[in-house]
């Protein structure tokens, strides 16, 4: 079950960040394109970029997370034993779960005030509410696999669980 769930999870994410990434990519052609060729860019496409920006972060964290992809230094990892480093992994769990929920927290409260001020784009007059809601749930749900993370043992280089 835990196992379909995660694949799910990689398939949806991974899925709609290729999607969004293609878009950026047939978004920013276009726009050079239309500026070089036609002198006339892509109406709103610098909005369009910010927030397509922002959901290919967001929905990036949780894939980065999940396959603990994060960018580490492991400068003293030769001189621990696998316990220690599996502890020091579970304590960078624990406080990644505390500051990414505390994160969502705040991150609903703007999202929240955005929707009752009615913010949008300034050209396209796009609402920007849905996009803060996205960033704070993908935060939600990477906060949520750091917590499972802390029970999930760890891999070695010869694919061994560490202790």
């Known amino acids: ?14 899925a709609i960040s290729a ?3 293609f ?6 052609a276009v726009d050079v394109a239309g500026r070089y060729l036609v002198n006339r860019p892509v109406v709103g496409g610098f909005e369009l970029t910010e927030m397509m920006l922002a959901a290919l972060i967001y929905c990036g964290l949780p894939l980065v ?3 603990r992809e994060h960018i580490v ?3 003293f990892d030769t001189f621990m034993s696998k ?4 502890g020091f992994d579970i304590l960078a769990d624990i406080v990644c779960t505390v500051a990414l929920a505390g994160l969502s927290w705040l991150l609903f409260q703007r999202a929240r005030r955005v929707a009752e001020y009615g913010d949008t ?14 960033m ?7 906060a949520a696999i750091h917590l499972w993370l802390i029970f999930v043992p760890h891999k070695d280089d010869d694919g061994k669980s560490i202790i």
């Open 73 to 75: 230094i492991d400068t």
């Open 23 to 28: 878009l950026m990519m047939l978004l920013t």
């Open 65 to 67: 997370s999940k396959r």
């Open 121 to 134: 784009t300034t050209v396209l007059t796009l609402p920007l509410a849905p996009v803060a809601y996205l």
């Open 1 to 14: 079950m835990k196992a379909r769930l995660g694949r799910a999870l990689e398939t949806v994410l991974g």
């Open 136 to 142: 704070g749930t993908m935060i939600v749900v990477t």
């Open 19 to 21: 999607t969004v990434l």
């Open 83 to 86: 316990r220690v480093k599996r």
